[in-house]
């Protein structure tokens, strides 16, 4: 299983005291059944008929690359990296983040396991997404909360809502 290092004192390395740092999957991941892949290809060919119809053929790709990246992201299982909180920012493998370059974090549960959010300022990544593996939520909040703002909860968006309507409507697995 994964390895937890926490040293209260912190571990010095020149100005950088790292405080926490854990080993989990790079992304929240599930493995999925025959039926979700049937129903991706099956959507998406209904969806591709209907755009050919009206010869929408720049549509009718992008619907076949999305859900060709939907069923190579689900069918592979993520690797395992370092994630680590220093007092100069967050480290997911080799990609830092200041403290400067965040907004603030919130929790959310992804498949079944706690999953750290932390929004950016910058458009692009937007958000973090850190999977906790063997290290507890409150833990974790304890840590971050001196140098980002905690949020309980955070106001979905239209995109996300349409999203689960979507899975509660035409779910692709039960």
Do not use: C
Request: no cysteine; hydrophobic share 45%.
């Amino acid at each position: 299983m994964a390895d937890l290092e926490y040293d209260p004192e912190a571990l010095t390395t020149g100005n950088i005291k790292t405080l926490l740092s854990w080993h989990s999957p790079s992304r929240p991941w599930k493995p999925r059944t025959r039926q979700f892949y049937i129903g991706a290809f099956v959507i998406t060919a209904l969806v591709s008929a209907i755009l050919f119809l009206f010869s929408e053929y720049v549509l009718i790709f992008t619907a076949w690359a999305l859900t060709f990246a939907a069923v190579a992201l689900s069918s592979m299982k993520p690797a395992d990296i370092t994630h680590r909180i220093s007092n100069q920012g967050i480290t997911i493998g080799e990609k830092t983040f200041l403290w400067k370059e965040l907004y603030d974090f919130y929790f959310k549960r992804e498949f079944g396991e706690d999953v750290l959010h932390a929004r950016t300022h910058a458009l692009i990544p937007g958000e973090l997404v850190i999977t906790l593996g063997p290290l507890s939520k409150d833990h974790l909040r304890d840590t971050i909360v001196s140098y980002l703002p905690f949020r309980e909860s955070v106001e979905r968006g239209f995109i996300e809502k349409a999203g689960d309507w979507l899975a509660r409507t035409f779910p692709l697995e039960k």
